[in-house]
Nanobody
Framework: VQLQASGGGLVQPGGSLRLSCVAS?????????IGWLRQAPGKEREGVSC???????YYADSVKGRFTISSDSAKNTVYLQMNSLKPEDTAVYYC????????????????????????WGQGTQVTVSS
């Protein structure tokens, strides 16, 4: 099982980016949760958004209305569309995959903690700066 994250970069405040997480070794329609987490310098890794194979999604309060998570089964890819970016969104973004326990968190409108995920992609840097 592998997850490959990409799409980060440097963007001005108010701009947009789309992150991609390509999964291999399993199919998105399997029983899964794919999440995006981020870690800023000196801060703990935090959950940003998560989507599940049963249709439940989670967004952190700080990104609600600005970020949208989606999936494309044909491409086995999960996306994170980030609009109206703010300097405080600057961080390394990671995609991660989990199973039943992670799904349970999302269904109950909670962010899975990092330990609830079984598989991790490499990080992609997002920098929001003028």
């Amino acid at each position: 099982v592998q997850l490959q994250a990409s799409g980060g970069g440097l963007v001005q405040p108010g701009g947009s980016l789309r992150l991609s997480c390509v999964a291999s070794g399993f199919k998105l329609e399997d029983y899964y949760a794919i999440g995006w987490l981020r870690q800023a310098p000196g801060k703990e890794r935090e959950g940003v958004s998560c989507t599940t194979s049963i249709g439940s999604t989670y967004y952190a309060d700080s990104v609600k209305g600005r970020f949208t998570i989606s999936s494309d089964s044909a491409k086995n890819t999960v996306y994170l569309q980030m609009n109206s970016l703010k300097p405080e969104d600057t961080a390394v973004y990671y995609c991660a995959g989990g199973g039943y326990t992670a799904i349970t968190f999302v269904v109950t409108k909670r962010s899975p903690s990092p330990v609830e995920y079984d598989y991790w992609g490499q990080g992609t840097q997002v920098t929001v700066s003028s």
